[in-house]
């Protein structure tokens, strides 16, 4: 969607143009800055349900953006873009900080498994001390490759150019404006009365969930409609290529795979869907893996050229100074060692050496999501899985804890570039954008922390009503497992499935180069295979009313489609933070 919006903008010279910010234009203000940390609570503790139910995370800096007009705009009629981007930039930076939920929810998936041994349960403050301590390093590490990504190759970064012209359409205060954040308020609104009418029976229980009509057997996979608009929303900002081919894999996983396995004697009569993901989760792991790394291996020479470059960048006058940079970094990784060592048991060295690797693979994440708009951490998070899996053969909790590392550091780096190319684009401070980073990673790492468990006991992670199951963290758990255990771990047939979607996934990767329009996303399908089916049907289904709205009426389309779905995310995932804490208060039973 947002490389969409990039490309309509006008081509390359719009999307790299630069502004420059007027003289005694207030920027890091006192009420930016708590504004700022207010939307980076808010990001923070939802962000956490968005990514455990749908198994990714929308374009979180959009959503932000919208957040700081109604935290400034409606409030101060002399608030900028300037200040808003500084709110924009903190919630953006907490919500990338709370996407490792799913780090946590793999610890969980686990300790539940059989066919390993796998205990680690962290406090609410032993995950607040490692996510903070990780995170802020990450932000560090990232800030000396600014002039050299976004101003000396001038990369897309097309989430952080939306980011920028939403900036910019909700700085004109005219009536386009307040119609956007009055469409966002009334997605929100709804989005949290559907929430609170159909999926938290605890509150209310007006209209139940549909379940298509057909076979025992969807109706046990949970082939239907899930009444959310929050996955419609989502659906909406996607796109269609990517929705389809994730409806492609829901059919492959949810409605083709139970009858085979029902016809080969793998999963008995009176099946659970868990024994089906149990089985499904291991090729649409090795088509997620063998896909993105095929991706890198395919932009090699972009990689080379990041590599060969990088030392020729130079800092500008208005950027975060060095000197700050290489204090902050010892202070971190000091505390991040430390962390690891009491809270985790992992060893000096192992930490050490994560902390070496991740900059190498933010290197390469930043490279490739800056040209194509796709964040590799998650699967380069697996490459990191085998090498932790060498160093310590066997050693299951090292390699979790390593690897999460890794990827805790890196995918800092991917909110934080986002945010520098939104503040080029209207001639933000580069200080003050990392600043705020700096400010809004503990909040975002402290949102997570409490937030986490919460949805855990409320909703579940684990077990067949769990209803909250990320993708991506059972493939990190899966993987462990696969380390750990060798192909041994791997249910009847699954080896050859493994192979099949792992040649598949190379294939479609191949062929998306050539002519992405009508080939699978492999990505798409991988996710397809692993989200609940009634996810993926509504966020289809979102994908269609986006299209039929576009051809229809363009101009509407335009000016009210993405702060619309962005109500839709907003409001069910707040009510479902909310929810839990009413059930702690004792408020709801």
């Known amino acids: 969607m947002a490389r969409d919006i990039a490309n309509e903008l006008g081509g390359p010279d719009h999307v790299h143009a630069a502004a420059a910010k007027p003289a005694g234009v207030r920027e890091l ?12 609570a808010v990001m923070g503790a939802s962000y956490p349900y968005i990514v455990l139910k749908l198994g990714f995370g929308p374009n979180v800096s959009v959503v932000a953006a919208f957040f700081g007009y109604l935290a400034l705009g409606i409030v101060f009629k002399d608030y900028n873009r300037w200040e808003n981007n500084i709110v924009q930039t903190a919630g953006t930076a907490a919500a990338q900080t709370a996407f490792m939920c799913v780090l946590l929810a793999a610890f969980d998936m686990l300790s539940a498994s059989q066919t390993v041994s796998f205990n680690l349960s962290l406090t609410p403050l032993e995950s607040f001390m490692w996510l903070t301590s990780a995170g802020l390093l990450g932000v560090l590490l990232a800030v000396p490759m600014r002039q050299h990504f976004v101003v000396d190759e001038k990369l897309t970064y097309a989430d952080g150019l939306a980011a920028g012209e939403t900036l910019i359409v909700l700085d004109g205060r005219g009536a386009g404006a307040r119609l956007a954040a009055r469409a966002l308020a009334i997605g929100a609104i709804a989005s949290a009365a559907v929430m609170l009418m159909t999926e938290d029976a605890r509150v209310l229980a007006w209209f139940p969930s549909i379940t298509l009509a057909g076979t025992a057997v969807m109706m046990t996979t949970g082939v239907g409609l899930n009444w959310s608009l929050l996955s419609l929303g989502s ?29 080969y004697g793998v999963i008995k009569a009176n099946f659970t869907k868990n024994d089906v993901l149990f089985w499904v989760m291991w090729p649409a792991t090795a088509m997620l893996v063998a896909s993105g790394l095929a991706a890198l291996v395919l932009r090699w020479k972009i990689l080379v050229k990041t590599f060969r470059n990088l030392s020729t960048a130079s800092a500008g006058a208005d950027s975060f100074p060095m000197k700050w940079v290489v204090t902050g970094v010892f202070v971190t990784a000091i505390a991040l060692i430390v962390t690891q060592k009491l809270n985790l048991g992992l060893d000096l060295w192992m930490t050490t050496a994560a902390i070496v690797l ?26 990191m899985q085998v090498i932790f899996g060498a160093l310590a053969p066997g050693h299951i ?16 780096s991917e909110a934080l570039m986002q945010d520098y190319k939104a503040g080029h684009m209207i001639g933000s401070s580069p200080k003050n954008l990392t600043i705020m980073q700096l400010l809004a990673t503990p909040i975002g790492a402290a949102a997570v922390s409490w937030t986490y468990p919460l949805l855990r006991d409320t909703y579940g992670i684990v077990g067949e009503n769990a209803g909250l199951s990320s993708p991506i963290s059972r493939r990190w758990a899966g993987f462990a497992e696969i380390l750990s255990k060798g192909l041994s771990a791997l249910p009847p047939g699954a080896v050859e499935a493994v192979v099949i979607a792992a040649v598949l996934g190379i294939m479609f990767a191949l062929l998306e180069t050539r002519n992405a329009r009508w080939v699978p996303s492999p990505t798409g399908v991988g996710i397809g295979m692993l989200v609940p089916a009634a996810v993926i049907f509504v966020m289809f289904l ?21 702060p619309l779905a962005s109500g839709f995310i907003a409001g069910e995932a707040i009510v479902a933070v909310i929810v839990p804490l009413l059930v702690v208060f004792g408020l709801v039973h």
């Open 397 to 412: 909790l090292a390699n979790m804890v390593a690897s999460g590392t890794t990827g805790t550091i890196a995918v800092e």
């Open 29 to 40: 203000s006192l009420r930016s800055v708590l504004c700022g940390l207010a939307v980076a």
């Open 358 to 383: 991740s900059v190498p693979m933010m290197l390469v994440g930043l490279r490739v999501l800056g040209e194509t708009n796709w964040g590799p951490i998650s699967s380069l998070s697996n490459v």
């Open 235 to 263: 659906g909406m900002l996607v796109g269609l290529r990517i929705n389809v081919s994730m409806l492609l894999g829901m059919v492959i996983s949810w409605i083709i795979a139970p009858y085979a396995l029902l016809h």
């Open 542 to 562: 979102g994908s269609l009313v986006e299209r039929l709205w576009w051809r229809a009426d363009r101009r509407s389309h335009e000016l009210y489609m993405v």
